[in-house]
T-cell receptor, first 108, second 113 residues
Framework: ENVLTQSPGTLSLSPGERATLSCRARQSVNNNYLAWFQQKPGQAPRLLIYGASSRATGIPDRFSGSGSGTDFTLTISRLEPEDFAVYYC?????????FGQGTKVEIK | QVQLVESGGGVVQPGRSLRLSCAASGLAFSSSAMHWVRQAPGKGLEWVAFISYDGSNKAYADSVRGRFSISRDNSKNTLYLQMNSLRAEDTALYYCASPAIPWGQGTLATVSS
């Protein structure tokens, strides 16, 4: 399976700051089929980015995805209060999906 | 818009069975690969099973292979997960999903005596 490793585990930032989250795959992700999800307590994961860099419907443009092959990044340009949450990356380039372990973005 | 609605969760004893359903709308269901993903309380996301658009190909996580079975009815736009020989560690929120499509709210399966 294609193991995904996210870093850092926790990111402590203030509103208005820039957040940079990393996701590294053990093997190249087919067709860059890499997605990012946001999850808040008690809620289902929310699709933010698919295809490494395409924003899902209704997602603000402060969220952006980049990368290819084995190294991917989610950037939140200016953190809003509602952005503090856990973020997961996912590869869907094979039938056996895999997820990163998550990065928690918390208020500093 | 695309909507996935899971149902069928509940509380069951260890060793018993449960059948989950997922009703899909707003997507070309009969041409879409589908998956089940679960999240145990306080834990991360775990992929469970895959089925191809026509049901001819299936795959399972090692943790559920031989106990769970994924199926679909394209005439009803519905995905299923038959869960047998349930264990306490199968307790989780179960989500159906399709590549690059927003997820539903999930259905909770609790295995407890």
């Amino acid at each position: 399976e294609n193991v995904l490793t996210q870093s850092p585990g926790t990111l402590s930032l203030s509103p208005g700051e820039r957040a940079t989250l990393s996701c590294r795959a053990r093997q190249s992700v087919n067709n860059n089929y890499l997605a990012w999800f946001q999850q808040k307590p008690g809620q289902a994961p929310r699709l933010l980015i698919y295809g490494a860099s395409s924003r899902a419907t209704g997602i603000p443009d402060r969220f952006s995805g980049s990368g290819s092959g084995t190294d991917f990044t989610l950037t939140i340009s200016r953190l809003e209060p509602e952005d503090f949450a856990v973020y997961y990356c996912q590869q869907y380039g094979t039938a056996l999906w895999t997820f990163g372990q998550g990065t928690k973005v918390e208020i500093k | 818009q695309v909507q996935l609605v899971e149902s069928g969760g509940g509380v069951v004893q260890p060793g018993r069975s449960l059948r989950l359903s997922c009703a899909a709308s707003g997507l070309a269901f009969s041409s879409s690969a589908m998956h089940w993903v679960r999240q145990a309380p306080g834990k991360g996301l775990e992929w469970v099973a895959f089925i191809s658009y026509d049901g001819s190909n299936k795959a399972y996580a090692d943790s559920v292979r031989g106990r769970f079975s994924i199926s679909r009815d394209n005439s009803k736009n519905t995905l299923y997960l038959q869960m047998n020989s349930l264990r306490a560690e199968d307790t989780a929120l179960y989500y159906c999903a399709s590549p690059a499509i927003p997820w539903g709210q999930g259905t909770l399966a609790t295995v407890s005596s």
